[in-house]
C-alpha cells in the first residue's frame, strides 16, 4: 500500500509546474481584484489558496524522496494543511491575509521564470557556478568545473554547472541547480517586501540588507558543500547516515551531512535574522508574520508594539521604547 501511495505521489508530481504557474496566475488575479476593491477578490483568492495546497502535495513526493530533505519534506507537509488553512480564514473575512496572498503572486513571478526559462536559468546557475568556483580558489582549492552532461548516471542540462573531483579511482561530482542559486530564497523575501504598502524608499532599503546578504550567504553554502562532499571532509558515522537517508552509497555521507542537516539548518537560522533586519526597515511586513503566528498558534500578535516599531502617518518609522 505504501508503495502505491509513494508511486501515485511520484506520479502527480509531473503536475508541479502546470501547478505552480496556475497558482500564480490565480494569487496575481486575487491582488488586482482586491486592488480594485472587487466583490470577486475574495472567492479568487481563497481559490488560489486551496490550488496551492494542491501545488505543494504535488512537490511532496520530490522533496522528501528525491531529494531526501528532512528540512524541506517537512516543511512541505506542513505548508499543504497551511494553504488550506489560510483559505478558510479569507474566506471566514481575514482580510490581512490578502497582504501575504499579493507576496505569494509576487514570489512566483519573480521565480518561476528562472525555474522555466532556459535562457535565464542558465544565466543564474553558470554565474552562481563561476563565482563558487573564484570563492574556493581564494582558500586554496583547485576546483575543476564541467559540463553537467559530463555527470554519470546523471541528467543534467548541459550548462557548465558541475563540480568534479577524483578521490583515487572513485569520482565525486556536485551540480549547481537552480535551487542552489538562492533565487528562491530572494523571491521569498523580494515578494513580501514588493506586497507591503510602503514608501518605495523603505522598500528599497529593505531589499538592499536582504538580498545581497542572501545571495553572499548562498555562495558560502555552495563553497562549504562543494568542498565538504567534494573532498570527504565530513564522512561520519557512515553506517547511522545511509540508514536515515536510505542510501548505499558512502561517498554521499559528506553530502547528506554537510546539504542536507548543516546547510540547511544554518539557512534556517540565516533567514531568520535576515528577516529581523528586514522588519526593522520595513515593519509593515510584520501583518504577514503576525498572519504565519495567527495561523500556528491561534493567538493574535501586535509584533509592532512589541518591538517597539511605529509606522508614521508620512510612511516614517519611529522606535519606541516598548518597556515602558
Known amino acids: 500500500m505504501i508503495d502505491g501511495l509513494l508511486a501515485a505521489l511520484a506520479w502527480f508530481g509531473k503536475f508541479s509546474d502546470p501547478l505552480a504557474w496556475l497558482s500564480v496566475l490565480a494569487f496575481s488575479a486575487g491582488g488586482v481584484l482586491s486592488w480594485r476593491d472587487s466583490r470577486f477578490a475574495r472567492p479568487v483568492t481563497v481559490a488560489a489558496w486551496l490550488l496551492f495546497a494542491v501545488f505543494w502535495l504535488s512537490v511532496f513526493h520530490h522533496f522528501a524522496f528525491v531529494q ?15 494553504s488550506v488553512y489560510a483559505g478558510l480564514l479569507l474566506a471566514r473575512g481575514r482580510d490581512s491575509l490578502f497582504v501575504l496572498s499579493r507576496a505569494v503572486a509576487a514570489m512566483g513571478i519573480i521565480f518561476f521564470p528562472f525555474e522555466t526559462i532556459t535562457a535565464l536559468q542558465e544565466f543564474l546557475i553558470e554565474s552562481v557556478t563561476s563565482q563558487t568556483a573564484f570563492l574556493m580558489e581564494l582558500i586554496g582549492a583547485e576546483p575543476t568545473v564541467v559540463s553537467g552532461a559530463m555527470v554519470p548516471d546523471g541528467t543534467y542540462p548541459a550548462y557548465q554547472s558541475t563540480f568534479w573531483f577524483a578521490d583515487g579511482g572513485h569520482t565525486i561530482t556536485y551540480t549547481i541547480l537552480i535551487a542552489c542559486t538562492g533565487i528562491g530564497s530572494m523571491a521569498i523575501f523580494g515578494g513580501l517586501i514588493a506586497a507591503t504598502s510602503a514608501p518605495l524608499s523603505r522598500k528599497l532599503r529593505a531589499l538592499a540588507v536582504s538580498i545581497p546578504v542572501i545571495y553572499a550567504l548562498n555562495l558560502v553554502r555552495n563553497v562549504l558543500i ?46 531568520v535574522a535576515i528577516t529581523w533586519v528586514v522588519v526593522r526597515e520595513l515593519p509593515e511586513i510584520m501583518v504577514v508574520i503576525e498572519d504565519v503566528l495567527f495561523m500556528a498558534t491561534g493567538t493574535e500578535y501586535d509584533l509592532q508594539d512589541a518591538l517597539g516599531t511605529t509606522v508614521r502617518a508620512d510612511g516614517g518609522v519611529t522606535e519606541t521604547d516598548s518597556s515602558e
Open 226 to 271: 562543494g568542498l565538504g562532499f567534494g573532498l570527504q571532509k565530513f564522512h561520519v558515522f557512515p553506517d547511522i547516515v545511509m540508514g536515515l537517508f536510505g542510501a548505499s552509497d558512502p561517498y554521499k555521507v559528506s553530502y547528506f551531512i554537510v546539504d542536507r542537516v548543516l546547510a540547511q539548518s544554518l539557512s534556517v537560522l540565516a533567514l
Open 68 to 82: 531526501k530533505s528532512f528540512i524541506e519534506g517537512i516543511g512541505v507537509l506542513v505548508a499543504i494543511p497551511a
